[in-house]
T-cell receptor, first 115, second 115 residues
């Protein structure tokens, strides 16, 4: 069974600085998809960025980018120029390419942004 | 475009009471899911419905039942609530198992407290 591990329960960053959130996963599959979700205090789950395992190029969405290391099974999220609105819980998630492809979540990293 | 709508947003139950959490999506998605979120444990899958007319157990199904009423609606029922079911519950939907790269769209969650 696939597992997703986020080893940093909490992180803190100064406004305008850069922070990297870590995520590792375990799978025997070769085709899959990885996601980062943001959950602000409003509780809403917001998709931040996605990565297809077959793509070597790292995904980027504005200030958010990933470092995808397939061999190491690592999928970290980098937030550049951090803003107060980035403060939230961030979840890493895995979804297989098979018929029963359910989203599997890590335990989350709570990010605080200091003014 | 409402997306995924969950009701109620908050609920307090007494031990042994029953209730149904409602979920509806208006995006013509085939697959729907119920997760629970507990501190330090991320989101765990309770039940899912890959398509209309089918339901399957997830990681933590004990104490719950589901009904895929039609393509739009997927309800979660607690027959006899227990304090261990105190949690935040999320409903989610996705286009289908054939498009795993799109991730999920989530509802805003239901905070359930069982006393």
């Amino acid at each position: 069974a696939q597992t997703v591990t986020q080893s940093q329960p909490e992180m803190s960053v100064q406004e305008a600085e850069t922070v990297t959130l870590s995520c590792t996963y375990d799978t025997s599959e070769s085709d899959y998809y990885l996601f980062w979700y943001k959950q602000p205090p409003s509780r809403q789950m917001i998709l931040v960025i996605r990565q297809e395992a077959y793509k070597q190029q790292n995904a980027t969405e504005n200030r958010f980018s990933v470092n995808f290391q397939k061999a190491a099974k690592s999928f970290s999220l980098k937030i550049s120029d951090s803003q107060l609105g980035d403060a939230a819980m961030y979840f890493c998630a895995y979804r297989s390419d098979g018929a029963t492809n359910k989203l599997i979540f890590g335990t989350g990293t709570l990010l605080a942004v200091q003014p | 475009n409402a997306g995924v709508t969950q009701t109620p947003k908050f609920q307090v139950l007494k031990t042994g009471q029953s209730m149904t959490l409602q979920c509806a999506q208006d995006m013509n998605h085939n697959s729907m899911y119920w997760y629970r979120q507990d501190p330090g444990m991320g989101l765990r899958l309770i039940y899912y419905s890959a398509s209309e007319g089918t339901t399957d157990k997830g990681e933590v199904p004990n104490g719950y039942n589901v009904s895929r009423l039609n393509k739009r609606e997927f309800s979660l029922r607690l027959e006899s609530a227990a304090p261990s079911q105190t949690s935040v519950y999320f409903c989610a939907s996705s286009r289908s198992s054939l498009t795993p790269n799109y991730g999920y769209t989530f509802g805003s969650g239901t905070r359930l407290t069982v006393v």
